[in-house]
């Protein structure tokens, strides 16, 4: 799903930079026809992009899944929403598995993983108890439509 995040250059035209991994951060509906394309196996191959950490932007045609493929495994916050595009993802899946880590194993994960890409301790604590943290109580009431919750 990282592979469908805005560009930068877009998410600062819209100002929405500062809240970049937020759910209207993403093209939810490019990540939903990727989706049909896969479901639909017509294709010889489908080309989905991918995040590349070191460059902070999405590569489009990055991963190649032929048609031959008999599982495809995706991954993503938003799966379970119903917002706007969003809605469409559940139909598209077989399960979906919820996972819930400790909450301050996720808030220590989340800061170790800003640190990690740049940001200094007080910029990635406010990072994590702000946006991330708004996204993740966004998140955790999509739950209640998962197959499967897994706890830490």
């Keep these: 799903m990282d592979g469908f995040h805005l ?14 991994g937020a759910l209207d951060t993403f093209d939810a509906g490019g990540f939903v026809a990727l989706l049909r394309r896969l479901r639909q196996s017509s294709e010889p191959a489908v080309y989905a992009p991918t995040f590349r950490r070191d460059l902070e932007e999405a590569v489009a045609g990055a991963i190649c899944v032929p048609r031959d493929v008999p599982l495809v495994v995706t991954e993503g916050n ?15 899946l077989d399960e979906v598995w919820y996972l819930e880590p400790d909450d301050n194993d996720r808030m220590d994960r989340l800061v170790s993983r800003h640190m990690e890409f740049g940001r200094d301790l007080d910029t990635a604590n406010a990072r994590a108890r702000g946006n991330d943290q708004h996204n ?3 998140i955790a009431a999509t739950k209640i439509w998962a197959d499967l919750v897994v706890g830490s």
């Design 78 to 92: 938003y799966l379970l929403s119903p917002d706007g595009a969003w809605a469409d993802v559940r139909g598209l």
């Design 136 to 138: 993740a109580e966004l």
């Design 7 to 20: 560009a930068e250059a877009e998410l600062k035209r819209l100002g929405s930079y500062d809240r970049k």
